[in-house]
């Protein structure tokens, strides 16, 4: 028996051929007069209240609902009256199979929506309050009481009470990070302008060593001197 439907269109969507609605009787066809309050809406939701249609049909998803309360809101009151939802651009028809297993996917992100946020794990050495609360409390006072983080360790040791890893000495380091406290890391050092890992080449005119373990001058990058004249000849005394 084919389902009677009413469809609810925005003043942009246009209603096309579509393979969910080969079993769908259109009955009446509501398009939007006024986006914001949405009396096509309600008017389109009464046909379904007085038994006219059983299926709401709209191209778009968002045009039933701007959210997922919204949406899950709709989709109860359709479900109190025995009536179901396409939405065509998602391809959902909670009268289906699939469409009802959409649905209680739906539902039940809904319900996680809801819940309140699960409280962050303080930092430090995680479970040592919910595992040991009695070392925590023990390490808290001994805080309190002005001893340092090596006074805290020798004094569990000497107590014999177990480090929350199993081991049987503590540290000034593992009372530190049962306290909470995270080790800050260290910062990367830059490399400074000219001292990188590769050295430059010297320049030609840089000593360097000579074969004998002394050391000799480079090429010299003077002026270079032009061949000299003949010589003069001697004077002689007369």
Known sequence: MPRTAVTYLLPQDHLEEDALLDHVAIGHVVVERDT?????????????????????????????????????????????????????????????????????????????????????????????????????????????????????????????????????????SSVQAALGYQRPRPPVPRARPGHGRGKAPKPPGDAVKAPGGGRAKGPSLGRAKGPRGPAKPARRNP
């Open 36 to 172: 914001r309050e949405r009396p096509g809406l309600a008017e389109a939701l009464e046909w379904i209240a007085r038994g006219s249609a059983d299926t709401l049909i709209v191209t778009r998803l968002g045009a039933a609902s701007g959210s997922l309360g919204e949406l899950m809101r709709l989709l109860d009151w359709l479900g109190r009256h025995g009536a179901s939802l396409i939405a065509l651009d998602v391809e959902l028809d909670t009268g289906g199979r699939s469409g009802r297993r959409t649905l209680a996917v739906l539902r039940e992100v809904h319900r996680w929506a809801r819940q309140p946020e699960l409280p962050r794990r303080p930092p430090g050495r995680p479970g040592l309050s919910e595992r040991t609360p009695e070392v925590a409390r023990r390490i808290s006072t001994l805080r309190e009481q002005g001893l340092s983080l090596h006074a805290i360790a020798e004094t569990l040791n000497a107590e014999k009470i177990p480090t929350p890893r199993g081991g049987a000495r503590w540290r000034a």
